[in-house]
C-alpha cells in the first residue's frame, strides 16, 4: 500500500493515518512526500511504514551531502 503525501509536499502523511492502515492491513507499507529529515523518516517507520520514500529533499543537497546516510540510518534505528 502506498501512502502518498505529494511529490515535494508541504506536509507529510500523518503517523496516524499510518499507524491506522498498518492495524488494517498485513501488507507493505510505502510512504512517501514531504518526508525531509532523518527524524521524519524515523517517524513513518516507528508509525508502521515498511518503507520511506525521500526524493526531492536529496536532489537538492550538494554534492557530498551526508543526508542520504542520515536518514537511512535513522530508519534502520525505528
Given at each position: ?23 488494517s ?38 554534492p ?15
Amino acid at each position: 500500500i502506498y501512502l502518498e503525501g505529494g511529490s515535494g509536499a508541504r506536509w507529510s502523511v500523518p503517523e496516524d493515518m499510518i499507524q491506522a492502515v498498518r492495524d488494517s492491513v498485513s501488507l507493505p507499507i510505502i510512504v512517501g512526500g514531504g518526508i525531509r529529515s532523518p527524524e521524519d523518516a524515523h517517524k513513518k517507520i516507528k508509525a508502521g511504514a515498511d518503507w520511506a520514500v525521500v526524493g526531492n529533499v536529496l536532489e537538492k543537497q550538494p554534492p557530498g551531502s551526508s543526508l542520504m546516510k542520515e536518514i537511512a540510518g535513522a530508519v534502520h534505528t525505528a
